[in-house]
């Protein structure tokens, strides 16, 4: 059984920045890939990031440039570092595992960048 426990969330002011992470349970953290989605109210949840098991990355458009991706194998722990925040990126974000018996999400990290 796998679980992931997302945190970092709050409030920031538009340029700030946030540090979210993702921790894990489960074998074989460091052999799956692992994504960031995030879901804004009254819209679909969409993708943000990837980091493969032997670290390659991948953003959205929207976040390039701003978000990085991380992973910690030892910590079993993803890490999205988020600067240059902007209102559009108020949303609820969720980390998500891949394996054969399922996709896997957490409970979610709540970002509100406001003034």
């Known amino acids: 059984q796998v679980q992931l426990v997302e945190s970092g969330g709050g409030l920031v002011q538009p340029g700030g920045s946030l540090r979210l992470s993702c921790a894990a349970s489960?074998?074989?953290?460091?052999?799956?890939?692992m994504y960031w989605y995030r879901q804004a109210p009254g819209k679909q949840r969409e993708l943000v990031a990837i980091?493969?098991?032997?670290?390659?990355?991948n953003y959205a458009d929207s976040v390039k440039g701003r978000f990085t991706i991380s992973r910690d194998n030892a910590k079993n722990t993803v890490y999205l570092q988020m600067n240059n925040l902007k209102p559009e990126d108020t949303a609820a974000y969720y980390c998500?595992?891949?394996?054969?018996?399922?996709?896997?999400w957490g409970q979610g990290t709540q970002v509100t960048v406001s003034s």
């Open positions: 998500n595992q891949r394996r054969g018996s399922g996709w896997y």
């Open positions: 489960g074998t074989s953290f460091s052999t799956y890939t």
């Open positions: 980091i493969t098991s032997g670290g390659s990355t």
